[in-house]
């Protein structure tokens, strides 16, 4: 919540004359049964018919002011509430795009997703409704008894004596229902969890015929989200007669006292009349209370979501220390690096390597041997738990995140194409000129099928490029990755779903068309990081072989059996002769 | 022609509202029920004025106050206001039960109906598509039909009768308080045809911004490999400022209303006491009668201005039922043929006949395929990316059934098999593998219904992702978080073939089933596949062609027809386009 006042503060002074008005137009609205209690039990008894029509044109005017009033507090609190959403809400992106890769990993993609979609919605709503309401009830609800004790001070004791009985209700049935609708939301997640989770494996589940153990354990979420719904429903729905019942109790009452009261003088007849009013709209306003107190709970919840991402500190800061001494000469440098994703289970230990500008390197080992997380090391996505890894001699911790890695062109594993254009999703973003997108292209052998298109490069894909199939995917990758002519290229197993032929063109047309620049390809063919200058094996996250093609087939167990389960026997015979 | 579109539209939604209805009429008694309860509780809720009135007449005599009328009325109004309340809360109890049970309901229907959906539905539908509609539209659906019902069957009793009492209490008042109904439906009118598309465009300005985030999520460490991060947050500032600035829109709009429609009730009581008083200063109506008419012309204004929003609503609900009605009227895979046969044990003899296919009618992705693969023989499909290989599962199992030609199993058209029966008697790994969100074990053991821990266990041995399992500290009952993010790649294929290798099928498909495993793994576990192919018809798709060089029979697919076909040695032999791409990974 203070989040949100933090958010607000800029506004004050258009939210306090907002407020102002807001309290003028529903002030003049209260005076409204006064006023007929007036006309009722002082004028009609004078026989004064000019001066009840006067007064009724007072009452028309306050019910003007009440309407103009609200109509334009309303609409500078929606201004307010647009504003400062839009804020907290560009905030919020900018620092979850700034989130460490471990930090987003902590909060998980979905999470976030939802605190930048449906938790800035309840905010904006909250921001809007309390300014609207926040003012208007609680004006009501005490205006309204304050001008009751002005017309009749015994009846309105009556009258107040319910005030503490409905404010009970509200509050205990808000609290109990806030408990309930978040049992609720949880229910649905399961919901939503288990139809992504089918939608997905639909072919699996058919493959299986678990279509009726799918059907059951499905009706069991849904009976849950039926039971929490009815629960919250039926306590909710409490609030509604229960107030009622207890205002039209009160009523009773003020009609039954207000007879002695009548019979011994103390009081007029409209008076007991525009205490019916006054009834109405106390009932009114309670129940906007009980409406805001939903609202407040479900915001301040999301305000609060909202605020962990936004205090998340800032993570991997660039480090200027003197300890941070240059190498020249090499463009990636590992020095005993070590790194975990936390468990306390190393991925990578102890690695040691080092490429000189405009040589390649080759990576390859066994599934979850820590390839990938080098490359997460090299960006900087993660830092290193022990050891230091220089990238065009130097340390990087001492790059700011965009000079380094605009070194990089990347295609990373399961990498990621937006619904744009194939132009937008080479381009990505960097304005590049259509001939660098075009050679980019045809380096990637991606020209082939983007020519064959319709509407070339213009096509559009949709989400996660669906439309386009596996290889012609990664090859949009590899175009994006080239297109910015890097200084470091880093393929990670971004050729596995091309055929033998394809791979092998592709290589020798960026070696050909990139002499200066320094190309990592991870794979799990060896046949994809042969022409490496240096080929790194990787095994259980340690180093088990380092050189080129051939030191490695006389000196690596390791790298020997690979290539052996790949080629068969014969061929690694015939390559040691 | 536009006039017969818009009649057509109307009928649609009639239909619609028709079918709603019969989900409704399901619970006879419970609707019944309501109907009553609904009736009699508003009918006690419109008393109350009445007796206030009398009560207050009572006390407004020349003669005094009469106690006895008093309290007779006043004992008369808690009666009733209590037996009010406490029928209005059971009918809200009840509605809340039937409507609960009416979702229940439809949500299974919708899913049940989901899981019969040829898998190209699926395929051409979002994820976030399905979720909405099971999710988001059947809630909308609810909240209008057990809200809107109500209100409008209640709105409607109250309208009438407080309109009765009032022509019973004055006509003259009534007269004049009619004046302001005009206002009310100028103020309705106004709203839905000026809110309504605004709303429309907020929901969809919100919309297209939470895809746009979601998207860009999702690409999170690409954003920053590329240190995009600036652009992209620009984009999002817009999309940001449109969809805020549509909120404020529709915002402006409705904030009109509120006020509006206090304004109309407040002019009416301006209307009533300044009339009202002019009537009881001539001695025409009685002060207590004021007060009633008050009390009624509030009743008779709410429901009016509520018309508004409910229209609102139930259009909304009507569309949201659409989508839902939608999924509910796709058709279904094809009935089994009426005497399908059960394939029990099969042989598994396999004959593909003058096969032909495409996803779309005019784009053939298989021309004309044939071959034979006698019980026990491992047939290998190779060629290159988008040669139609994955077609080849697709129509195995029938997820799709071919537009020309016969595929046979045992000798019998896999037509005349019932499905589920067929789909069993094969197993498989797919290349996208699928994990669901629950433990490891149960993602494993989801392979063969009632799987005990050994097998299991075994399984995993199997297929050598034991030794990683028993390294996590929860072990088997670890769980595999959203689409298996914890897993790598390859352990998640491993685990998909441990899955496999639980299935007692006699016919396996492995289409790139170690695509994402590394060569050496594959190495470990190629004597646990041996074991699992063994004895069975395997079908193998492969890039790599040492996977498939031992197989008995191997087709070389290249634009949907079978160029070569024979044995690894026959095809180098050969010199065709197979030795071309054997060579083409040794360059």
């Given amino acids: ?577 | 022609m536009k006039t017969n579109d818009l009649a057509r539209k109307k009928g649609s939604r009639r239909a619609v509202l028709w079918r709603l209805m019969k989900y409704f009429f399901r619970y006879k008694f419970a609707v019944a029920a309501v109907f009553a309860l609904m009736i009699s509780s508003n009918l006690l809720a419109l008393l109350g004025p009445m007796l206030s009135g009398q009560a207050i007449n009572a006390i407004d005599l020349e003669t005094g106050v009469d106690f006895d009328a008093v309290y007779r009325y006043c004992a008369l109004m808690a009666i009733f206001y209590v037996a009010s309340s406490v029928l209005s809360y059971l009918l809200s109890v009840l509605m809340i039960r039937l409507s609960q049970k009416i979702i229940r309901k439809m949500r299974q229907d919708v899913f049940d109906k989901l899981l019969t959906l040829p898998v190209g539905y699926f395929d051409r539908l979002q994820a976030g598509d399905i979720i909405n509609r099971v999710s988001y539209d059947i809630d909308t659906v609810n909240a209008s039909l057990s809200n809107d019902i109500l209100q409008v069957l209640t709105g409607f009793i109250t309208v009438v009768g407080a309109f009765a009492a009032m022509v019973w209490i004055s006509p003259i008042l009534l007269g004049v308080v009619i004046l302001t109904v005009p206002v009310s439906v100028w103020v309705t009118i106004k709203r839905s045809r000026s809110v309504r598309p605004l709303f429309r465009k907020r929901s969809a300005k919100l919309a297209e911004l939470n895809g746009f985030s979601e998207e860009m999520l999702s690409g999170l460490k690409t954003i920053k490999a590329y240190g995009r991060e600036e652009m992209i947050s620009h984009k999002f500032s817009d999309k940001n400022t449109d969809a805020v600035d549509a909120f404020y829109d529709a915002d402006y709009y409705g904030s009109l209303i509120g006020p509006a429609v206090n304004f109309v009730n407040n002019f009416g009581m301006v209307l009533i006491s300044t009339v009202g008083s002019v009537l009881y200063l001539y001695g025409r109506l009685l002060i207590g009668d004021i007060n009633s008419f008050l009390l009624y012309s509030r009743r008779f204004s709410g429901p009016i201005n509520e018309l508004a929003n409910i229209m609102g609503e139930v259009q909304s609900a009507l569309a949201a039922a659409e989508r839902v009605f939608g999924v509910l009227d796709a058709s279904p895979e094809r009935e089994d043929v009426p005497d399908a046969k059960v394939l029990t044990d099969p042989e598994g003899e396999v004959e593909f006949r003058n096969v032909r296919f495409g996803y779309l009618p005019d784009v053939t992705v298989i021309r004309d395929l044939s071959f034979r693969a006698s019980s026990g023989q491992t047939v290998a499909i190779v060629g290159p990316t988008g040669a139609g290989k994955t077609t080849l599962v697709n129509l195995l199992m029938r997820f799709y059934d071919p537009q020309g030609g016969n595929i046979l199993i045992d000798g019998t058209d896999v037509r005349e098999y019932t499905r589920q029966s067929l789909r069993a008697a094969f197993s498989m790994v797919l290349q996208d593998t699928w994990l669901f969100e629950g433990t490891i074990f149960e993602n494993i053991a989801y392979g063969k219904e009632g799987a005990t821990e050994e097998e299991v266990r075994a399984a995993a041995r199997a297929a050598h992702i034991a030794d990683y399992i028993e390294s996590l500290p929860e072990g088997y009952s670890a769980p595999v978080t959203d689409g298996g993010v914890n897993l790598s790649k390859g352990q998640k294929q491993l685990m998909t073939i441990a899955r496999a290798m639980l299935s007692p099928a006699h016919l396996l498909i492995l289409d790139e089933a170690t695509s994402n495993v590394d060569t050496r793994t594959e190495l470990l576990i190629r004597d646990a596949m041996l074991r699992l192919m063994e004895g069975k018809t395997c079908f193998v798709i492969a890039h790599r062609l040492s996977t498939v060089q031992n197989a008995d029979l191997i087709l070389v697919v290249r634009n949907g027809d079978i160029v070569e076909s024979g044995r690894h040695e026959e095809l180098l032999a050969a010199g065709g386009f197979y030795s071309e791409i054997y060579r083409a990974q040794f360059e």
């Fill in chain 1, 1 to 577: 919540m203070k989040l949100v006042f933090s958010y607000l503060a800029r506004y004050k002074w258009r939210m306090s004359v907002g407020l102002f008005i807001k309290a003028l137009g529903t002030v003049a609205e209260l005076f409204l049964p006064m006023i007929m209690a007036y006309m009722i039990d002082e004028i009609a008894p004078a026989q004064d018919l000019a001066l009840l029509i006067v007064w009724g044109a007072v009452m028309l005017v306050c019910a003007l002011v009440a309407l103009f009033g609200n109509v334009i507090a309303n609409r500078m609190a929606s201004r307010v509430a647009r504003d400062t959403t839009e804020r907290l809400r560009r905030d919020l992106f900018v620092k979850t795009l700034a989130l460490s890769a471990r930090q987003s990993d902590e909060f998980t993609v979905p999470s976030l997703v939802s605190r930048l979609s449906s938790d800035t919605y309840n905010v904006h709503n909250m921001i809007g409704m309390m300014q609207r309401l926040g003012v208007r009830a609680p004006i009501l609800v005490i205006g309204g008894v304050a001008l009751t004790f002005v017309v009749e001070p015994v009846l309105a004791l009556v009258l107040l004596a319910v005030v503490p009985f409905l404010t009970v209700v509200v509050i205990v049935v808000s609290m109990r229902g806030i408990v309930l609708y978040t049992d609720l939301q949880r229910a649905v997640d399961g919901m939503v969890r288990k139809v992504r989770d089918d939608y997905t494996g639909i072919r699996v589940i058919k493959a299986l015929s678990r279509t009726d153990y799918e059907s059951r354990s499905f009706a069991a979420i849904n009976d849950r989200v039926v039971h929490c719904e009815t629960k919250a429903g039926v306590t909710m729905g409490i609030t509604n007669p229960v107030l009622n019942l207890l205002l039209n109790l009160g009523m009773t009452a003020v009609i039954l006292v207000g007879a002695y009261r009548v019979a011994s003088d103390n009081a007029l007849v409209g008076e007991i009349i525009a205490f019916t009013s006054y009834f109405t709209i106390i009932l009114n306003a309670v129940i906007m209370v009980s409406r805001i107190f939903v609202n407040y709970s479900k915001g301040g919840a999301s305000a609060k979501r909202i605020a962990q991402v936004l205090n998340a500190p800032e993570d991997l800061l660039p480090v200027r220390e003197a300890g941070l001494t240059p190498r020249t000469g090499e463009m990636i440098r590992f020095e005993g690096v070590s790194f975990g994703y936390g468990l306390g289970v190393p991925v990578v230990k102890d690695i040691s390597f080092s490429v000189r500008r405009g040589e390649s390197l080759g990576v390859i080992g066994a599934t979850g041997s820590g390839k990938s997380t080098l490359v997460s090391l090299m960006l900087r996505f993660y830092e290193a738990e022990a050891g230091k890894v220089f990238i065009d001699g130097r340390d990087v911790r001492s790059y700011e995140d965009a000079e380094l890695r605009g070194k990089f062109g990347v295609v990373l594993q399961n990498d990621f194409l937006m619904a744009a254009s194939v132009r937008e999703n080479i381009d990505f973003e960097r304005s590049l000129a259509d001939g660098a997108i075009r050679t980019a292209a045809a380096c990637a052998r991606a020209d082939g099928f983007i020519d064959a298109l319709e509407e070339g490069y213009e096509s559009e894909l949709t989400a996660r490029g669906a439309n386009f199939s596996g290889g012609q995917k990664q090859r949009l990758l590899i175009a994006r990755a080239l297109a910015g002519r890097p200084d470091i290229l880093i393929l990670d197993d971004s050729s596995s779903a091309l055929d033998y032929k394809t791979d092998a063109q592709l290589r020798s047309a960026i070696l050909e068309n990139f002499p200066e620049t320094t190309i990592v390809m991870i794979a799990q063919r060896i046949s994809s990081v042969r022409f490496a200058d240096k080929i790194l094996v990787l095994d259980g996250g340690r180093i088990v072989g380092f050189g080129s093609d051939k030191e490695l087939m006389k000196t690596c167990e390791v790298y020997r059996n690979i290539y052996r389960s790949q080629h068969g026997e014969e061929e690694a015979e015939h390559e040691d002769e």
